[in-house]
């Protein structure tokens, strides 16, 4: 705004010279051409400002777009029992905030493709455990473990499109086990945006 105001004194001032020096019978003054300077800067400072607001624009779409990683696990050995969901509760990285701890769950920050990756672990005492990737309330992927002599861990990863909102946790299904071992490998939940809308 002040700059408008600095270019309407301006011109008024080149205006009030231009009508002292115009003399009869030119075609072209002096104020005319000072005008169109005038005329063609208000242009230039206008279609900057554009510019500035498009690339401010561009610029935090492609950080939301490249900022979207969470990589939790348990922190000791974790009964589980019936469908309860599994509780992660270290964060390694929450890239973006996405990871909600109090809930259990991913959320969305932007609609795109999704890589996610998770591991069960138990202990060695023959049993089995199968925990649901869960997509709203849908199961989009089932990881399975089943140990005899050693401790034993089960993955599984898979990529799925997501829009804003989508919210994915883990949950038991089934099994012999009521508990994740935590001693010999880490009972893990990632997820990175790999592609943004």
């Known amino acids: 705004m002040n700059v408008f105001i600095h270019l309407t004194l301006v011109f008024m001032s080149l205006f009030a010279h231009g009508l002292q020096q115009e003399e009869p019978g030119t075609e072209c003054s002096r104020f005319a051409y000072e005008y169109q300077i005038i005329e063609k800067l208000v242009n230039l400072q206008n279609e900057n400002a554009r510019l500035s607001e498009r690339i401010l624009t561009l610029e935090k779409h492609g950080e939301r777009q490249s900022s979207v990683s969470a990589h939790v696990r348990l922190s000791k050995t974790t009964p589980l029992s019936g469908t309860e969901r599994v509780m992660y509760d270290l964060e390694i990285s929450n890239i973006g905030g996405a990871y909600d701890f109090q809930n259990g769950q991913f959320t969305a920050p932007v609609s795109g493709v999704y890589m996610f990756r998770v591991t069960l672990c138990l202990f060695a005492n023959k049993q089995w455990m199968d925990l649901n990737i869960v997509k709203n309330d849908h199961v989009i992927g089932r990881v399975f473990s089943v140990d005899n002599q050693y401790h034993t861990c089960g ?29 010999h490998g880490w009972n893990s939940f990632t997820a990175i945006l790999i592609n943004a809308d």
């Open 155 to 183: 993955s599984e990863a898979l990529s799925i499109h997501l829009d804003v909102g989508d919210k994915i946790w883990v949950q038991r299904a089934a099994g012999t086990s009521t508990s994740l071992n935590q001693d």
